[in-house]
């Protein structure tokens, strides 16, 4: 089991930056890839940005490259997500989340995930 739990969510407004953090707990995280996905109101849960377990290969959506950036720390069990320029519609739960999986894009390829943490984005 790997417990996850995300901070740093918040209000800003548009063109501000937040910075997520998730500390992880259990399992050895340096085994594990690990991604964000964000889910607003009345939408599906969509991927974010992904980080293979050595923190050697990133990915994103498109909506967020450029903008978002993926990191961990696998000496402190954490993940990060930092997020600049950011925009209304990147208004959202967001959720970090574990896989066993070498590199994972897509929700069902994470078995263990956090809370979420709102973040608002006021335009």
């Known amino acids: 089991q790997v417990q996850l739990v995300e901070s740093g969510g918040g209000l800003v407004q548009a063109g501000g930056s937040l910075r997520l953090s998730c500390a992880a707990s259990?399992?050895?995280?340096?085994?594990?890839?690990m991604g964000w996905f964000r889910q607003a109101p009345g939408k599906e849960r969509e991927f974010v940005a992904a980080?293979?377990?050595?923190?050697?290969?990133?990915h994103y959506a498109d909506s967020v490259k450029g903008r978002f950036t993926i990191s961990r720390d696998n000496t402190k069990n954490m993940l990060y997500l930092q997020m600049n320029s950011l925009k209304p519609e990147d208004t959202a739960v967001y959720y970090c989340?574990?896989?066993?999986?070498?590199?994972?894009?897509?929700?069902?390829?994470?078995?263990?995930w956090g809370q979420g943490t709102q973040v608002t984005v006021s335009s």
């Open positions: 980080i293979k377990w050595s923190g050697s290969m990133t």
């Open positions: 259990g399992r050895t995280f340096s085994n594990y890839a």
């Open positions: 989340a574990a896989s066993s999986m070498w590199v994972a894009l897509t929700t069902t390829e994470y078995a263990y």
